[in-house]
């Protein structure tokens, strides 16, 4: 059975002391490290701190990485979200200023890219609250924008946009 001094000179060992600075640490040879270290039960003993030093490292790896995880989907998560309402704004503005157009307002080269890249920012938007949500509730809000789309299409159908009544003329 190994004594508290002999349980110490294994802890250093154990974290990588050298046998000639575990000897100085007790005052003692370097012959005196060599035989401990002959001893099963301080082999036993440098293992079992070895064993326990990796446990604490790797709960302790496992416990930064969670958060690090945790932390990286929180922030996805607000970005995800940040871009799909902001496209989501941005089309409600271009479709509000369709709703106001006179002829001499836009061209309507102008009217096709910008709800292009509206589309996109959703798009984009959707992909990404797709990787951090999951597939239900990214289906769900792909259920609103089909929603908005038809209520869009109905209000196309119901009345002409000032280009349409230009290019009638």
């Not at 039960?41 to 690090?68: C, G, I, M, Y």
């Not at 106001?100 to 096709?112: C, K, M, N, Q, T």
């Not at 890219?113 to 509730?137: F, M, P, T």
């Amino acid at each position: 059975m190994l004594n508290t001094e002999e349980l110490k000179a294994a802890e250093l060992i154990a974290n990588g002391a050298s046998e000639q600075s575990v000897a100085e640490h007790f005052g003692k040879s370097r012959s005196w490290v060599q035989r401990l270290k002959r001893r099963d039960d301080f082999k036993e003993a440098v293992e079992a701190t070895l064993e326990a030093a990796s446990k604490a490292l790797h709960q302790h790896t496992e416990e930064r990485l969670t958060n690090d995880l945790n932390s990286f989907r929180q922030r996805f998560n607000e970005s995800a979200d940040l871009i799909f309402n902001t496209a989501y704004v941005y089309i409600q503005k271009v479709e509000e200023a369709i709703n106001h157009l006179s002829v001499e307002d836009i061209s309507p080269a102008r009217i096709g890219s910008n709800l292009k890249l509206g589309a996109e920012a959703l798009a984009l938007g959707v992909e990404l609250k797709q990787a951090a949500l999951g597939i239900d509730q990214v289906t769900e809000q792909i259920d609103e924008l089909e929603k908005l789309r038809e209520a869009r299409r109905d209000r196309t159908t119901e009345q002409q946009s000032p280009i349409a009544e230009f290019e009638a003329s």
